[in-house]
C-alpha cells in the first residue's frame, strides 16, 4: 500500500526548492558538523566548572554574605526568559491563525526546548548541596517529610518542568509528519541506514491518513492552547522568587508581569539572531524571508515600548515613594559606582530598539538581528542588577557588601551559551529547521484562495 | 507554654565583643581566614554593630548586638523548599541542617542578614578543635546556621527540670553570650512568663524591637534611651 506519506515524498522531491530544507539533514555536511564540535567543547567549560564546584565546594563561586545569590540566578532568570521564545510566540501565531507563521515556528520552538535544559539546569548549579536536590522533588520516602510548598521555589520546580515537558510535546507533534517525509525519502536513498532509524523511530508510524491527520490537529490545537498560561505562569513565578521577599526593589507587585514581558522580549531577540543566522548560513531565505523579519521586527517593537514602559514605572514607583531602604537600591542602581551598567541597559534595551525597529529599513534581517544582539546583553544585565543591586544593600548599613563572580562562575556563564550553541547546531543537522509540511499546507492554502479568486472573476 | 527570648540593654553594652568570642566556642562556629573574611564570608552569629553620632573630635559610638531574632513571623520560614529552618513550639527558629539543600534563600529573606552560609567545610586550626562543644553539632559545607539561643542549653535544663519534676527556673537557662557578658546587658528567659526578668524588661519604656516596621515579630528585645 503506497501510503499517503510516501507519495508526499515523491512530490516533495519533484520541488527543487524544498530541497534545501532536507539536504542539511540528509547529507554530511563538515561545516555544521565542526560548529557542533566547537559548541561542544565550550559546552564542556561549563561541565568542568561545574565538576570543579562540587568536588571543592560552593565557595569557590564569587557570592557571599550578603551577596547569596549571583551569575547562577541571574543565568537561571535569563535562559528560563529565552525559552519565552518560541513556544509562546509559536502558540499565540497558531492560535491566531498568522499564516506566515509557518516556517519559524519550529526553529523558535527548539529554542524554547533547549533554553529550558539549560536554565534548569541552573537551580541545581547553585545549591550548596546539589546531590540532595531530590529533597524538593515530592516523593513518599522514609524522610518523611513532604516539601514546603509555601516556598515560590517550589513553585518554581512545578512550573518549569510542566513547561518542559508540554514545550517538549509542543515541539515534536508537529514534528512527525516531517519524520515521515524523511523516513520515506531515506528509506529509498539508504534503507537500513542509522538515520533511517532514526526517522523511523520518531515517525512513530506515521500514515498520514486522515485519521491521524485529524488527531495530530486537534493535538496540535490542544497544545497551543494549553501552553500559553503554563508559558507566562513560569515566568510570572520566576518573578515571584524575588517579589514573594520582603527586601526592598524586590518586594513589587509589578514584578510577575514585568518579567513575563522582559521573558518574551528576550526571547523575541534570540529568535531574531537565530533566524538571521539560519537564514545566512542555510540558505533557507525564501522560507524565512522578508516578510517574516518584517512581521516579527513589529512584534519585536511593541514589546520592547511595553519593556520600557515597565522599567519606567517601577523605577518611578520607587523614586517617588522614596522609602529609605527602596532609595538605597535605586541610588546604587543609577547613579552608583557601576551606574554605567544600568545606563549601558537603557541605551541597549530602550535607546537603540526605539530608533531602529519603528522603521521599514530597520526591521530588515540584519537590523533585528542587531538589535536583538543588543537586547540580550540588556536583559541579561537587567537580572544581574535585579539580583545584585537589592542583596548588596541589606536593611541593616552595617552588612553592606559588594559581589564579584570568580571564574566558576564566569566558566558556567560561557559554558551555558556554548551548550545552547551546541543543541542548536546539533538539532540543525538532525531535523529540519523549517516545518515542512506546514509550509506546504500554506502554499495550498494559498493556491486554492488565488484559484478562488480566479474563478470568481472568470464568472 | 514558652516563648524564649532576650533583651539587650544597648546603653549598657561596651562593645567589648566577649559575647562573640563564647558564641564561638559554645557553638562550634568555624573560623573562616582572613582571606574568606575579607569576602565577606566570617561567621559570627552575634556581631556588634557600631554607629557613630557626630563628628569628630565630638563623636559617639553606640553599639548593637545583632544575632537571629527568632521572629514570631519569620521571614525566612516560608521560603524554604525543605522545611529546614522552622518554628519550634517554644519559639525558637531552628535550623535542621541535615535537611538544608542549601538554596541560600532564607540568608536573602532575612532583613536582618543573621543567616551564615558553609561556604567550605569548616576548619579549626591547632588548638582550637580540642574544645568543640560536644553537644553541639558541626556543620558540614553547603548548608545554613545561625543563632540557636543555645538550643542545648536549653535541653539541658529542661531535661535537669523534668527530672525533678518542676517547670525551668527564670535565670536557670543562661545563653553563652549573656553569660560571658561583663557589663550584664543580655537577660534570657521566658516572654510569655510575666514574672521573668525579660518579661518584665519588656515592658519598660526603653523596649524597642529592630525593623519593627516589618512586623516580624521578633523575640529579641532592645533596651535603649538611656545616657
Request: glycine content about 8%; hydrophobic content about 45%.
Amino acid at each position: 500500500m503506497a501510503s499517503v506519506a510516501t507519495a508526499a515524498a515523491e512530490a516533495a522531491e519533484s520541488r527543487e526548492s524544498e530541497q534545501v530544507l532536507v539536504r542539511p539533514v540528509t547529507t554530511f555536511r563538515p561545516k555544521l558538523l565542526l560548529g557542533s564540535l566547537l559548541a561542544g567543547g565550550v559546552m564542556g567549560l561549563l561541565f568542568y566548572s561545574w565538576g570543579y564546584q562540587i568536588v571543592n565546594d560552593i565557595g569557590v563561586a564569587g557570592i557571599s554574605r550578603p551577596n547569596f545569590w549571583g551569575f547562577y540566578i541571574v543565568n537561571f532568570v535569563f535562559w528560563i526568559g529565552i525559552s519565552h521564545a518560541g513556544t509562546l510566540i509559536s502558540a499565540i501565531l497558531r492560535v491566531t491563525q498568522a499564516e506566515w507563521r509557518r516556517p519559524v515556528t519550529r526553529c523558535a520552538e527548539a529554542i524554547t526546548t533547549f533554553a529550558l535544559m539549560i536554565g534548569g539546569l541552573f537551580p541545581l548549579i547553585h545549591l550548596g548541596r546539589p546531590w540532595v536536590f531530590w529533597y524538593m522533588v515530592p516523593l513518599p520516602t522514609s524522610r518523611g517529610i513532604w516539601p514546603n510548598f509555601r516556598s515560590p521555589l517550589m513553585w518554581d520546580i512545578m512550573a518549569i518542568s510542566t513547561y518542559l515537558l508540554g514545550s517538549m510535546l509542543y515541539l515534536f507533534l508537529p514534528m512527525i509528519p516531517d519524520m515521515a517525509i524523511l523516513r520515506d525519502k531515506t528509506m529509498k536513498d539508504a534503507p537500513g541506514s542509522l538515520r533511517t532509524l532514526f526517522f523511523r523511530v520518531l515517525a512513530m508510524g506515521w500514515r498520514g491518513t486522515p485519521q491521524q491527520w485529524h488527531s495530530l490537529e486537534a493535538g496540535i490545537k490542544a497544545m497551543a492552547v494549553i501552553i500559553i498560561p503554563v508559558a507566562i505562569s513560569v515566568h510570572t513565578i520566576v518573578s515571584w522568587d524575588f517579589a514573594m521577599a520582603i527586601q526592598p526593589m524586590w518586594h513589587s507587585a509589578i514584578f510577575g508581569p514585568y518579567f513575563v514581558v522582559g521573558a518574551i522580549y528576550s526571547g523575541i531577540a534570540v529568535l531574531m539572531v537565530a533566524m538571521y543566522l539560519l537564514r545566512r548560513g542555510m540558505g533557507i531565505g525564501e522560507y524565512l524571508s522578508d516578510k517574516v523579519f518584517n512581521n516579527l521586527g513589529l512584534l519585536f517593537l511593541a514589546f520592547a515600548m511595553m519593556w520600557s514602559y515597565f522599567t519606567f514605572a517601577e523605577h518611578l514607583t520607587v523614586w517617588y515613594g522614596s522609602e529609605h531602604a527602596e532609595m538605597a537600591v535605586f541610588n546604587l542602581r543609577l547613579y552608583g559606582p557601576a551606574a554605567w551598567v544600568f545606563w549601558t541597559m537603557i541605551v541597549t534595551n530602550v535607546v537603540i530598539p526605539l530608533l531602529i525597529l519603528p522603521f521599514p529599513k530597520g526591521r530588515s534581517p540584519l537590523g533585528t538581528a542587531i538589535v536583538g544582539l543588543g537586547v540580550l546583553v540588556g536583559m541579561w544585565i537587567e537580572r544581574y542588577l535585579i539580583v545584585v543591586n537589592t542583596l548588596s544593600l541589606p536593611r541593616l548599613d552595617f552588612t553592606v557588601g559588594s559581589y564579584s563572580p570568580s571564574w566558576t562562575e564566569l566558566g558556567i556563564l560561557v559554558g551555558s551559551a556554548g551548550m545552547f550553541v551546541f543543541l542548536y547546531f546539533t538539532f540543525v543537522q538532525l531535523i529540519p529547521i523549517v516545518s515542512i509540511w506546514e509550509v506546504r499546507e500554506g502554499e495550498h492554502i494559498r493556491d486554492h484562495k488565488a484559484q478562488t479568486i480566479i474563478a470568481g472573476e472568470e464568472a | 507554654m514558652t516563648r524564649w527570648g532576650m533583651a539587650i540593654d544597648t546603653d549598657r553594652c561596651t562593645g567589648c565583643g566577649a559575647c562573640v568570642v563564647a558564641c564561638h566556642a559554645e557553638n562550634n562556629i568555624q573560623t573562616v581566614g582572613e582571606v574568606e573574611a575579607g569576602k565577606g564570608r566570617a561567621m559570627h552569629w552575634l556581631r556588634i554593630e557600631r554607629y557613630y553620632e557626630g563628628e569628630f573630635p565630638d563623636i559617639k559610638v553606640r553599639f548593637q548586638p545583632v544575632l537571629c531574632q527568632h521572629c514570631g513571623s519569620a521571614p525566612c520560614e516560608p521560603v524554604c523548599p525543605v522545611y529546614a529552618t522552622y518554628r519550634t513550639p517554644e519559639g525558637l527558629n531552628a535550623m535542621v541542617y541535615s535537611r538544608c539543600i542549601g538554596t541560600r534563600y532564607c540568608a536573602n529573606n532575612c532583613p536582618y542578614t543573621v543567616r551564615f552560609f558553609n561556604w567550605f567545610e569548616g576548619e579549626w586550626p591547632e588548638p582550637l578543635e580540642r574544645q568543640w562543644n560536644p553537644d553541639v553539632s558541626v556543620r558540614p559545607a553547603g548548608v545554613m546556621e545561625k543563632c540557636t539561643f543555645c538550643v542545648q542549653r536549653i535541653q539541658d535544663a529542661e531535661d535537669i527540670a523534668q527530672d525533678e519534676d518542676r517547670g525551668v527556673r527564670d535565670g536557670e537557662i543562661r545563653t553563652a553570650c549573656s553569660q560571658s557578658c561583663p557589663a550584664q546587658a543580655i537577660t534570657f528567659g521566658d516572654l510569655e512568663d510575666p514574672e521573668s526578668r525579660v518579661s518584665e524588661l519588656e515592658r519598660t519604656e526603653r523596649a524597642t524591637r529592630l525593623l519593627e516596621d516589618l512586623s516580624t515579630d521578633s523575640s529579641v528585645i532592645y533596651l535603649r534611651g538611656g545616657r
